[in-house]
């Protein structure tokens, strides 16, 4: 019996396998496109399209993706100018980006592609600072701490005396903005005198190397440098979803009970290049591989279902941002997100 | 110009003891400065070298860039950077020289020339990214070049333009005086003159000036990305409107990924940099030795 039923498994996983590999080669196979797909904007989301690119190319010769990394904000610059076909974005777009991109008669189609969760990191020698909650990490990131908040005991009392050196995502990224919105609650709003780099490797050796040092980056840089790096436990104090301290993994970032500091990453296409057909193939080729190669260059890839209803939007060219063209926005769950894309 | 400031230490008159000391003084202070900055040199070099010797073989070289940090290459890299570099000599060299020999051989020396004068000077000065700014408007946005090869070279012959009118011009007003008088004095126009005396014999050093501004540029990262040169680009580029990538680029790049591989990678790329630069510096010195036994 159980031995059939094993059998039983096995066949029907490798019927679902081959259903998925004929889905994929029954879509005409247009080997023969062609074409420049132009590509622009966060470098959070850089790696996530760089790995679909390669993939893609490999697939159609013919189309030449190229892949800028000039940010959030200087995607969407170029992006609203009609300069570049698609957008990477690791926060929706902002008020005056939609201005730009209505002057220029830009219409897009958002579509999320991944989770990414901010990590809050503290140096391996650092026995005090095991969690936080947002409140504290507001206190010390708003921009009245400013040469104020300087000593790790005016966030606790009961931790040491010592000075705290703080580090952070320069202030042109996506992940800035984001992470001054969830915490600060206003975006680009934080205190000057930290240590701000657009590259997260210098963040990752500054904190690695200074007892005393805090900071927040990318969870796919902790991932890479265990060794060298100790997470945080981040406490919203809102018992719905989560109770207690929350440390960021896969699953916590994936449940949405690590919040705020978990948010989903975009990319935005324009809606008139959406017409040409090698555009066109690249985003559902890009909805279709963006799970799997998410997670291997070190993101959280969406449910299946989120790909599936993004493709829908696409399909139906539905225009505009679920956020309502506001910026970042804390606290948007997977099931958010899902409810959103079903309309 | 060596033999200007060549002084001949055994007619100096010993007269104060103080002199010596200070002398000594001078000569070890100059000494530290020496062994610090090859210090610097040498830790640098010995730290990348040990984080990318190993990476450096053939599939590096000709390999696109991959989100697999064993599999990318910097083809793309090394080929856009090359192409790059070829444009702007092509358009700065001819213009740069071509300046330089107005200003020296041509132009009256009154206000207006000096105040060109005064503005190159401060040209060369002037931050990288400022010119990146100035391409990203001029080139790719008002002349409609896009962000392309043409757009890129224009950019960085604006850059190297001034280091290459100066070291120019001091070139040519090298050439001593004398020459030029015997040249009229046989008879010869202003313009032959230019052309077999003035301009062969300070070819060696307007050379070695522009080569050396050369390597500055192919080093430059700040303007091409400002005019939006492009990070991952797995294609050659096939015109001078095509799309590219350089290597100070695709070096920025993999330094910001969280994977160690991509730190290799990075390490074997600024070798790959160094080494070019050597070769461009090699190549300077051996045109300017080549010349220069000719005309003796």
């Known amino acids: 019996m159980l031995k059939e ?23 005409p196979a247009r080997a023969e496109l062609k074409g420049l797909i132009k590509v622009d904007g966060s470098s959070t989301v850089f790696p996530i399209t760089e790995a679909v690119a390669e993939e893609f190319q490999k697939k159609y010769p013919g189309v030449k993706v190229t892949v800028g990394l000039s940010g959030t904000g200087g995607g969407f610059k170029k992006f609203g100018r009609g300069e570049t076909d698609i957008a990477n974005a690791s926060r929706p777009i902002k008020p005056s980006e939609v201005e730009l991109c209505q002057k220029n008669r830009v219409e ?19 026995t005090w600072c095991t969690s936080m909650t947002v409140k504290e990490l507001k206190k010390l990131w708003e921009p009245e701490a400013q040469e104020k908040v300087t000593r790790w005991n005016q966030i606790r009392p009961e931790w040491p005396d010592k000075e705290i050196h703080l580090f952070g995502a320069g202030v042109d990224s996506g992940t800035y903005d984001y992470f001054t919105e969830a915490v600060v609650g206003k975006e680009h709003a934080s205190r000057g005198d930290f240590t701000a780099s657009e590259d997260d490797n210098v ?77 066109e193939e690249f985003v559902r080729f890009y909805m279709i591989m963006g799970g799997p190669l998410a997670k291997e260059v070190g993101y959280i890839p969406l449910p299946d279902r989120a790909y599936t209803l993004a493709l829908d939007r696409f399909k139906r060219r539905f225009t505009g941002s679920i956020f309502g063209g506001k910026g970042s926005q804390v606290g948007v769950s997977i099931e958010t997100l899902l409810l959103a894309e079903q309309k | 110009m060596k033999g200007l400031y060549h002084i001949e230490h055994r007619k100096m008159p010993t007269r104060r003891r103080r002199g010596r000391r200070g002398e000594w003084i001078f000569q070890s202070m100059a000494f530290v400065a020496l062994v610090f900055t090859i210090a610097v040199l040498v ?25 697999k940090p064993e599999l990318a290459g910097i083809l793309a890299a090394l080929v856009g950077s090359a192409c790059l570099i070829t444009l702007t000599a092509l358009f700065a060299f001819p213009l740069g020289v071509g300046a330089a020999i107005y200003l020296e051989e041509y132009a009256r020396k009154n206000w207006l020339s000096r105040v060109i004068e005064v503005n190159i000077a401060n040209l060369a000065g002037v931050p990288s990214i ?30 190297v333009l001034p280091i290459i009118i100066i070291s120019s011009r001091e070139a040519i007003r090298a050439v001593p005086v004398s020459i030029r008088e015997a040249s009229y004095a046989v ?55 095509s799309p590219f990538t350089a290597l100070p680029i695709q070096i920025f790049n993999w330094v910001s990924r969280p994977q160690k591989g991509f730190l290799t990678n990075a390490a074997a790329a600024i070798i790959v940099l160094l080494i070019v630069l050597l070769l461009m510096n090699a190549v300077a010195i051996w045109l300017r030795n080549r010349y220069q036994k000719k005309l003796y």
Do not use: H
Not at chain 1, 259 to 270: E, G, M, T, W
Not at chain 2, 143 to 155: I, K, P, V, W, Y
């Open chain 1, 5 to 27: 039923k094993g059998r039983m498994r096995q066949a029907s996983l490798f019927l679902v396998f081959l259903t998925t590999i004929l889905c994929i080669s029954i879509t």
């Open chain 1, 108 to 126: 897009y189609i958002e579509l999320p592609v991944a989770y990414d969760g901010l990590a809050v990191m503290v140096n391996p020698k650092n």
């Open chain 1, 203 to 279: 963040l990752v050796q500054g904190i690695a190397m200074d007892e005393l040092a805090l900071g927040f980056f990318g969870f796919a840089y902790y991932e890479q440098n265990q060794d060298k790096l100790k997470l945080v436990a981040i406490d919203d104090e809102n018992p719905e979803n989560g109770q207690g301290p929350i440390l960021p993994t896969p699953e916590t970032v994936l449940n949405g009970t690590y919040q705020p500091l978990a948010r989903p990453i975009f990319i935005y296409v324009n809606r008139q290049s959406a017409n040409r057909p090698e555009v």
């Open chain 2, 43 to 67: 830790v640098l070099l010995v730290d990348v070298f040990r984080d990318g010797v190993l990476r450096l073989n053939w599939q590096f070289l000709t390999s696109f860039p991959s989100r």
């Open chain 2, 130 to 159: 400022i010119y990146g700014l100035l391409g990203l408007e001029l080139f790719v946005r008002m002349m409609r070049m896009d962000r392309s090869l043409l757009a890129g070279a224009c950019t960085m012959a604006l850059l």
């Open chain 2, 187 to 241: 008879g010869a126009t202003r313009w032959q003159t230019i052309r077999y005396q003035v301009l062969p014999l300070a070819f060696p050093g307007i050379l070695t000036g522009t080569i050396l501004a050369f390597s500055r540029a192919i080093g430059e990262t700040a303007p091409l990305i400002t005019i939006g040169a492009l990070t991952y680009v797995a294609f050659l580029p096939t015109g001078l409107f």
